[in-house]
């Protein structure tokens, strides 16, 4: 018996027909602790992926423009943290986790502020991970995190005032038909002057109005009109705009800087106003009280500037500032000067009235304090008469009639800022126009800050 185990023993130590399978039994412990901890870790980076996506979300959502934050941000007068959001971006976040499984959220860290004009959202998470097979090496968990953090900019405040002329020269007919309408309704004459000194009914303004002819002041008062409904329908916040409305007075008896409508963001209350811009009263040719000099942009100005208060970087309490002005562009004042004299051959000195083009120097002050001027220039139309021929032609008129590279007009483009000036003839819109200028100012204000 002794001998046949030793025989066995010896014969078992001979045998080498089973190391495959030691040496495999051997190697697959740390081959499935390998193939263990790929599936643990993939399983972790599924799981933070998705929580990341939520995180994402949560960040964009919770400053979206439909979003609470970005409502509230509208109405804030200062930078800081912006609670509403804070909610909302939590639960976004819960929202788009809800259905995930294998996982314990540790902590989900919501933020969202405003800093100017910057609103920021950043949303962290931490989770843990039970694992299955790195737990055989002593890992019993994993820990995953991420942050997501967005920024959104809000829409920059802005404040218009306009500056309308309703001077007599914009009782102008509108177009060359409403002009050879008005001529044969007046005896020649172009303009529909307000003249208080006539009988109700029979001055050219009345004569105008009862025979549906269109005079400048008329296209002035619907353009500015729709203006404000552009502005509605493009404003964010309810108080994003805020309008201002002037004239050269209710008549030349009180001639000078009229505020027509005081700053506000009641844009429909501003419709409201613009729907009562009408023509200068005049007290007859030659009136007592200014003796026909009804434009005054040399008093104007200084006073359109002392009603702008200074421009800001385009927030809430500190409104980006635009003066849109609205003329033909010919001064008429007492102003010796001047920067035409009045003297010809055919009328002698009567200096120191002045009638010329608009001195752009008075817009530089304006310019200089960062209010952009957008100019809106109603082309000066040529009435058959000898005053025009002898006074305003030689500044307005090219070799074939008013002309773009007229003294007006070019004195119009510097008092504009640059890329602010729209010239219009009677045949095109100005209803158009001021939108134009408008949605030019709102581009430019973006693009500057």
Known sequence: MRVAL???????????????????????????TAVGCAVDYSRATQ?????QAAADAASVGSIAKASPAFAAAGSMTSDGSIPVGVTDAQNIFDANRANLTGYRLNSVTPAVTKVGSTVTSTVGFSASIDTMFLGL???ATMTVGGTSTSTANMPLYVDFYLLLDNSPS???????????????????????????????????YDIAKTNGITTRIDVVRQASAN????????????????????????????IGLRNLFSLSSS?????????????????????????????????????????????????????????FFVSDGVADESNAACLKTMYNRNWGNIAPRCQSPINPALCTTLKNRGIKIAVLYTTYQPPTDNWYNDWIAPFNAGPWGPS??????????????????????????????????????????????
């Open 267 to 323: 844009l429909t209350s501003a419709k409201t106003a613009a729907g009562g811009i009408d023509l200068m009263a005049v007290a007859g040719q030659n009136d007592a009280y200014t003796a026909d000099k009804d434009t005054p942009f040399s008093t104007i100005f200084p006073a359109i500037n002392t009603a702008i208060s200074s421009p800001g970087p385009g927030t809430s309490a500190a409104p980006l500032k635009y003066l």
């Open 6 to 32: 030793h025989n066995l023993t010896r014969r078992f130590g001979r045998d080498t027909s089973g190391n495959i399978a030691v040496i495999f039994a051997i190697a697959c412990v740390p081959l499935i």
């Open 404 to 449: 773009p590279n007229s003294e007006i007009a070019q004195n119009m483009q510097s008092c504009a800022s640059p890329g602010f000036y729209f010239e219009v003839s009677p045949t095109q819109g100005i209803s158009d126009a001021m939108d134009a200028l408008f949605k030019k100012a709102l581009a430019d204000a973006r693009i500057a800050s």
């Open 227 to 254: 203006l404000m409904d552009t502005a509605k329908r493009t404003q964010t916040y309810s108080n994003q705009f805020r309008m201002a409305i002037y004239d050269f007075g209710a008549s030349s008896a009180t």
């Open 47 to 51: 799981i933070r992926s998705k929580l």
């Open 137 to 139: 090496i002593g890992k």
């Open 170 to 204: 914009m009782g102008v007919a509108a177009t060359p038909t409403d002009i050879t309408n008005l001529q044969a309704k007046t005896g020649g004459c172009a303009f529909a002057c307000h003249d208080t000194s006539k009988p109700a009914g029979t001055s050219n």
